[in-house]
T-cell receptor, first 111, second 116 residues
Framework: QKEVEQDPGPLSVPEGAIVSLNCTYS??????FMWYRQYSRKGPELLMY????GNKEDGRFTAQVDKSSKYISLFIRDSQPSDSATYLC???????????FGKGTSLLVTP | GAVVSQHPSRVICKSGTSVKIECRSL??????MFWYRQFPKQSLMLMAT?????????EQGVEKDKFLINHASLTLSTLTVTSAHPEDSSFYIC????????????FGQGTRLTVV
């Protein structure tokens, strides 16, 4: 079993829709949870950074962490075509340490 | 956020040759750098972790003699793929973090290596 599982998609939604992306993990020692956006042939760009359980909101993005279920989510409200990218979840045992990534979910927002 | 510059962005080389990839932190001192590899439609896989002035720590299954990592200064780390083969073709990405307890790691733009 891989430590971080993420459905690769692709996920296609119309512009303005609410997008829900999620990951599950197996190692309860993970403390830091991140979501990255990656455009084709580019390095990952950090979107959200959360410590332990709870919710965090930043503009149109909301990250949720449920450590009891080992489940994390990223919600994108009012999705835009420019949100089309691959979204990677990542987690680590300590802040700034090497990250364990999911495979990434490919998202396409159609006008 | 801080800037990490990775060069080159893409490189094509012949089988058997060596390729060097540079990763620079432009506006902070990177005490730790991480090198990842990403195959198509796969997640980023950690190859090695390097601390400035120390030997790199390689993940299981990564050949240290094939993937040479040098982190000689606080702003530069290099990954050299020696005697490259077509199966080494991949997307290589570095990330760098500074000193401190809650310090985020920033990613470079990645290098697309194609070995022909």
């Amino acid at each position: 079993q891989k430590e971080v599982e993420q459905d690769p998609g692709p996920l296609s939604v119309p512009e303005g829709a609410i997008v829900s992306l999620n990951c599950t993990y197996s190692n309860s020692a993970f403390q830091y949870f991140m979501w990255y956006r990656q455009y084709s042939r580019k390095g990952p760009e950090l979107l959200m950074y959360t410590y332990s359980s709870g919710n965090k909101e930043d503009g149109r993005f909301t990250a949720q962490v449920d450590k009891s279920s080992k489940y994390i989510s990223l919600f994108i409200r009012d999705s835009q075509p420019s949100d089309s990218a691959t979204y990677l979840c990542a987690m680590s045992f300590n802040s700034g340490y090497a990250l364990n990534f999911g495979k990434g979910t490919s998202l396409l927002v159609t006008p | 956020g801080a800037v990490v510059s990775q060069h080159p962005s893409r490189v094509i080389c012949k089988s058997g040759t060596s390729v060097k990839i540079e990763c620079r932190s432009l506006d902070f001192q990177a005490t730790t750098m991480f090198w990842y590899r990403q195959f198509p439609k796969q997640s980023l896989m950690l190859m090695a972790t390097s601390n400035e002035g120390s030997k790199a720590t390689y993940e299981q299954g990564v050949e240290k003699d094939k993937f040479l990592i040098n982190h000689a200064s606080l702003t530069l780390s290099t990954l050299t793929v020696t005697s490259a083969h077509p199966e080494d073709s991949s997307f290589y990405i570095c990330s760098a973090r500074g000193n401190g307890v809650n310090t985020e790691a920033f990613f470079g733009q990645g290098t697309r290596l194609t070995v022909v």
